[in-house]
Structures are given as structure tokens and as C-alpha cells.
């Protein structure tokens, strides 16, 4: 019987791996490597800071975050205080993961989106998260646009 539910398990863990999607509203849906993202509005780094952070559709304060809800911190590698311009980033790889803040109460759900500028802006990455519990899941990247809402969009490359 053990070895029964054992192959299963394997079965049902490998089997989920190999899942894909091309629909944003689907957890399989990772964002196709190549694809754009485009800062559509000024984003201000504050001073002593080398990131800006949106939420609900806004750039926030980063101690103003709401962590049950997804939040995104778009990284560079220079000190604010500065404005990074609206501009076409370039997707150079995409992670998407969890960790335990608090083990076995809070969760933090997370995506990683890796960017690359043609201008030169010194840009690192986007990461997305959000706070849950051991039974909540990932979100999917429509949730994670609209937690940006127009300050940032993607036209994702069909592979």
C-alpha cells in the first residue's frame, strides 16, 4: 500500500510540473521569455531607496504595502532620490516560488520577473508577492496586472 500511494504522489507531483497554459488567468501561465513590459507612467525612487512599489494600481510608500494583497517592488541598481521614465523593458526570465514567513502560519507567494533595458536604465527585476496560508495557492499573472493596473503592462511573446 505504501508503495502504492508513494507512485501516486510522484505521479500527481510530475505530472503537475509539465502543466502549461498561454491564458494569464491560468496558475500554468508563466510569461513567455522575450516578452515586453512596458512602464507606462513615471515611477519616483524616493531617496535612499533603489525601488518603487505599486499596489491597487498606485505607486505606494513601501511601509504602506497591505501584504495580504499583491504588492510589486520594480528593483534598479542606482539610489533614488530619481524618476525612471516610462519605457519597454525586455523579459529575460521569469521565477515564480513561495517561502514561509512565519512556518506554518504565513506563506509569502511570489513571482520574479527578470528585465533587461535597451536605453541602459539600470533596471534589475520586478518581484510580485503576497502574503497567505499553507492552503492558499500562487496568484496568476492577470491577478498580478491588475494589482499594477496602468502603471505597468505586458505584451507577452507567443511562442
Request: charged fraction near 20%; proline fraction near 3%; hydrophobic fraction near 35%.
Amino acid at each position: 500500500m505504501k508503495f502504492f500511494t508513494f507512485t501516486f504522489f510522484i505521479f500527481v507531483a510530475t505530472s503537475c510540473a509539465s502543466m502549461h497554459s498561454d491564458d494569464p488567468n491560468s496558475l500554468f501561465f508563466d510569461i513567455p521569455k522575450g516578452s515586453t513590459f512596458l512602464l507606462n507612467k513615471k515611477i519616483i525612487i524616493p531617496h535612499n531607496e533603489t525601488h518603487s512599489t505599486i499596489q491597487f494600481g498606485n505607486e505606494i510608500a513601501n511601509d504602506d504595502r497591505k501584504f495580504y494583497d499583491i504588492n510589486c517592488r520594480l528593483d534598479f541598481k542606482k539610489f533614488g532620490p530619481r524618476t525612471i521614465e516610462p519605457e519597454s523593458f525586455t523579459v529575460t526570465r521569469t521565477e515564480d516560488g513561495s517561502n514561509w514567513v512565519s512556518y506554518s502560519n504565513i506563506l509569502r507567494f511570489y513571482t520574479e520577473i527578470y528585465l533587461s533595458s535597451k536605453k541602459g536604465t539600470d533596471v534589475i527585476k520586478m518581484v510580485c508577492q503576497q502574503y497567505g496560508s499553507g492552503s492558499d495557492r500562487n496568484f496568476t499573472v492577470a491577478e498580478m496586472q491588475e494589482a499594477l493596473g496602468d502603471i505597468i503592462t505586458f505584451n507577452y511573446l507567443h511562442q
